[in-house]
């Protein structure tokens, strides 16, 4: 038996918009919270965010606790840490997710070792023991090569989520939920880690999240200029380019367009693998694919056990071939 | 400038999926016998990260690994790359933990070295994927901490770090001593130097025990774990690959064009 109820969700705002991992979390807490026969709380942080709390709520929260101040305009892990971990000790959510982001990933640790209690990182699975109430939860490990389940005692039971791996929550505009504007008295004097700069560096285009196409070249394509091709045609399908890591690691590509464990995950209706391997580590960026191509020399290559088609050959006459034959079927 | 790198043995990442299998009674993965470990790539970049401040500032780097039967050739190569001194935290009771102990245990290292501006580590380890470990030692010294680094630059007690964030990257001033774990956009590490690859084979590392750092008896292995690990499988791959042929590569390009416009998906 415990103290701790409810599921507490972090509701990320990118760009002055839930992000989509928000609705994710939404629905995945959603679901545990009913599974638990509970609630389900958000904790929605920034500066000017208020007007964001009915949506939080149209989109499936109970309570939503509103801690709107300048100092949150940019992400600091001091006062969104401190923020965070005074509402949850101060509400004893029985469970609390965030998304796996650059705040989630930085913040679920350090709060799961302030409460002394053990969370679990980039979960594809959250579920509910019936007997025990605990929360299952479930990741990729070995890069991606195999799945762990894992279980805790202690509380809160944390985790962050995947993106792309939860369904999302529908909007319905109806729903009653509590906004609850909190004031923590924060202070310039808590940050120790300053934010002074942010700098854009993604090229303007469709971004590789929300792209229907993406064509991935790895290192195969040998050099920054191979990637012109890709670029042509990811440009006639309409969709975006990507890199592997190795590409990046050599400078041919931005590590902007890494698709990977540690880079984009990604969820197109068609992605191209060009001159890639398909490591574990790889391939756990673009699993979410509808269908996978892949195209390499090596008849051997992992990406042939992961693409739904494929053709071995080097990618130098494959695409050209391909650009110039969808060139044509375009004109007619 | 003192800096102390956590690093760790692991399995190679690289390693198909295809040579990778799970063993039933520990619950781990394995790799072939030929396949040597390694240490950690994120860690490696951590240790280059370290190598660059000290290449400006000079200094001493400490580095720092936790396990049990580690091979010293894998876990002497940040020596190698010129690094100063290794301490390893090697004991069967250090082995079986959860990122909790494993925090704990380095953290009272740590500790233990006592003279420190800066901690590395990597943003996580390319076995378990935890990405814990590093946030863990900064809350339990209660240190400020910065993830994913992509550059590091100190002055004047306070640390520059470039952070990767999903546009670009933002650039945040830290005060030291801080933790701040290192990711893949910082490059790739050097390679190791001849003059410190033969001083390294001399070196003997320092090893400490659990008693050596002071934690309780009863806090080791699986009791000072606070995650289980109910299942580790390898999820069974479902569908085959359909690979288009033709008399040559070309037609095959053709071909695949054919099919994938007859699927709608161009």
Redesign the interface.
């Known amino acids: 038996m415990t103290n701790y109820k409810n599921v507490m969700i972090y509701a990320e705002v990118v760009d002055g918009k839930l992000a989509t991992v928000t609705k994710e979390l939404l629905g995945c807490g959603g679901k545990l919270a009913k599974d638990l026969g509970e609630e389900l709380y958000a904790v929605l942080m920034g500066s000017g965010v208020s007007a964001l709390a009915n949506e939080v709520i149209a989109f499936g929260a109970d309570k939503v606790y509103v801690i709107d101040n300048p100092l949150l305009k ?1 992400y600091n ?2 006062l969104y840490f401190l923020s965070i971990a005074k509402i949850v000790q101060q509400e004893i959510p029985r469970i609390v997710i965030l998304g796996h ?2 705040i989630g ?2 913040l679920c ?2 709060l ?3 409460f002394n ?6 979960c594809v699975e959250l579920s509910i023991e019936p007997k025990t109430k605990l929360l ?1 939860r479930s ?5 991606g ?8 005692e ?1 509380y809160p039971q944390m985790a962050t989520i995947r993106s792309k791996s939860m369904q999302p929550s529908e909007r319905n505009d109806s729903r009653q939920g509590e906004i609850i504007p909190i004031d923590l008295g924060l202070d310039q004097s808590f940050i ?11 090229k303007e285009g469709i971004k590789l999240e929300d792209a229907d196409v993406i064509v991935t070249g790895g290192r195969g394509i040998g050099s920054a200029d191979g990637f012109r091709q890709l670029e042509e045609l990811a440009k006639i ?1 309409k969709g975006a380019v990507g890199a592997t ?1 190795a590409v ?2 050599e400078g041919w590509a931005p ?2 367009i890494q698709v990977g ?2 880079g ?1 995950i990604v969820s197109p ?2 992605y191209i693998a060009v001159a890639l ?1 398909g ?3 790889h391939m756990a960026g673009c699993a979410g694919s ?2 996978i ?2 195209i390499n020399r090596d ?1 051997n290559a ?1 990406i ?11 990618w130098k ?3 050209p ?2 650009i110039q ?2 060139k044509s ?1 375009l004109e007619k | 400038m003192n800096i102390i790198v956590c690093v760790k043995e692991i399995i190679d990442p690289e390693l198909p999926p295809d040579n990778f299998k799970i063993d039933p009674t520990r619950n781990i993965g394995l790799c072939p016998d030929s396949v040597p470990s390694v240490i950690n790539p994120f860690d490696e970049q951590a240790m280059e990260a370290a190598l660059r401040i000290k290449d400006v500032l000079g200094g001493k780097i400490t580095i720092l690994s936790l396990g049990n039967n580690l091979h010293r050739e894998v876990v002497k190569k940040p020596l190698t790359m010129g690094a100063d001194e290794l301490i390893l935290l090697e004991d069967e009771a250090y082995a079986g933990g959860d990122s909790w102990s494993t925090a704990n245990a380095l953290a009272l290292a740590i500790n233990k070295i006592g003279n420190y501006d800066l901690v590395l580590c990597g943003r996580q380890a390319a076995d378990w994927d935890a990405g814990q470990v590093g946030l863990g030692i900064a809350e339990i010294l209660n240190l400020p901490s910065v993830t994913l680094a992509r550059k590091i630059e100190v002055t004047d007690g306070k640390a520059r770090v470039e952070r990767v964030t999903p546009d670009g990257y933002e650039i945040i001033e830290v005060v030291l001593p801080a933790l701040i774990t290192v990711s893949n956009e910082l490059g790739q590490p050097r390679y190791a130097i001849l003059e410190k690859i033969l001083e390294s084979v001399k070196k003997e590392p320092t090893i400490w025990k659990p008693k050596d750092i002071g934690i309780e008896p009863g806090r080791t292995e699986s009791k000072g774990r606070q995650l289980n690990l109910l299942k580790l499988f390898q999820p069974v791959r479902e569908g085959k690959c359909e690979i288009i042929g033709g008399d040559t590569v070309e037609e095959a390009a053709v071909n695949l064009t054919l099919r994938l416009r007859e699927a709608k998906v161009v």
């Open positions: 940019d892990q001091d982001t650059p990933l930085d640790p350090r799961a070792f302030r209690t053990a969370t679990v990182l980039d299952l990741k990729p490990v070995y890069g090569k195999a799945l762990a389940s894992y279980v805790s202690t120790r880690a300053r934010v002074l700069e942010k700098v854009i560096e993604e399908l890591r990046c690691d590590t902007t464990l540690t984009k209706k068609l391997s490591s574990s580590q509808e269908t191509v892949g008849e992992n042939f056990n992961e693409a739904k088609l494929g053709v071995v050959g080097d006459i494959v695409l071939v391909m034959r969808i079927m």
